[in-house]
């Protein structure tokens, strides 16, 4: 079918040329549309042209790339598809090396050429291929007709096409969303309107990151286990404290969530509950995914307080994450691979040997709480 937009183009200047109406067109507000292909020129570069522009092309990809996967999340919310992001950046950067050779600008995305393309009725990365050989066919052979476009038609397009990409009854059930969230989206909503795209989005995802980061200091959170009761309601954890043996001097810690610096601030006042530092301390880490470095901060001042007050520390239940930052960062040599284990029995175990009592070793039900445990019992069972 024929889009109804491309319609009203035609009928509107046809109508506009016809009665001589004094409205301004594209000829009238930008000049003539140059007939053909600039000649391509190579630029010399050097150190010092790299020097100058390299900041200034950093932020314009940087800028580029944003509006442009945004044009792709639009895209595939309109169409409900799903675009490669690195495909879609590789294949940008390629278009605007190739652009340069001819005097062009850098390009990006848009979403209104994009909205407006599936408005009518393009779904596929060909609709945009016949839109740029389009465009080139009109530069080449049909700028003196395109220049003759009304500039209210144009603008007439783009009012329905954002109306219809607005999506008017979703916005209302956002601002139904935790007050936080409604901020973001009515902040971004307003930078938007008033000053532009580009705007907005560096500012939302400031306040994004803000906001999660919020929100992750408020999950996380530091508690005593050493003698913890299961929820006969809640379904058998195999790993609770309470189906251990805790032997006497030994004290243990759990830390849920990720160990950034709300969650270590919630450690530090836990630990300040405990009247006589224990013999022993184990921090149970088996839910922290990752660690920042507030985190690893915690754990090096805990580790120079212990040495002081006589408290031998063990790290229990190490995901890779927190294993990687904290070997980068000298904690795991600090601590010692001897203290440092995949799972609560194992470093039980390391508790009564520094106690001087006999290892249990780990229960027939043993379930691995981290990955290079899991590998670790997988192997074993092979070999036996």
Sequence with gaps: ????????????????????????????????????LPSPAWYEINLSVIKNLIAPATTIAILAAIESLLSAVVADGMIGGKHRSNMELIAQGLANIASSIFGGIPATGAIARTATNIKNGGRTPVA?????????????????????????????????????????HAFKSLLKSPKSDVVVLLTTFFLTVIF???????IGMILSVLLFMKRMAEVSNVSVVTRELEDEE?????????????????EVFEINGPFFFGAATKFKEQLKIIENPPKILIIRMRNVPAIDATGLQILRELYNDSKKNGT?????????????????????????????HGNIDDALDRAREILGLPKLGR????????????????NQNSIS
Excluded at 135 to 143: D, K, Q, R, V, Y
Excluded at 235 to 246: C, E, G, L, Y
Excluded at 326 to 340: K, P, S, V
């Design 1 to 36: 079918r024929i889009p109804g937009s491309l319609i009203a183009i035609i009928l509107t200047t046809i109508i506009v040329q016809y009665f001589k109406l004094p409205v301004d067109t594209i000829g009238s507000r930008f000049g003539e549309i140059p007939s053909n």
């Design 128 to 168: 945009g291929i016949i839109h740029s050989i389009t465009l080139l066919l009109i530069m080449l052979f049909f700028g003196s007709y395109a220049k003759l476009i009304p500039m209210a038609t144009l603008a007439a397009i783009l009012v329905i096409v954002a109306y219809n990409m607005s999506e008017w």
């Design 196 to 202: 532009d795209l580009t705007i907005a989005i560096e």
């Design 234 to 250: 809640e379904k058998p954890d195999p790993n609770a404290i309470d189906k251990r043996q805790i032997p006497e001097g030994v």
């Design 312 to 340: 031998h520390i063990i790290l229990s239940g190490v995901h890779t994450q927190p294993l990687y930052a904290m070997t980068q960062a000298g904690i795991f040599d600090l601590y010692g691979e001897e203290n440092i």
């Design 363 to 378: 229960p027939k039900d043993f379930v691995p709480t981290v990955k290079r445990d899991t590998e670790k019992t997988i």
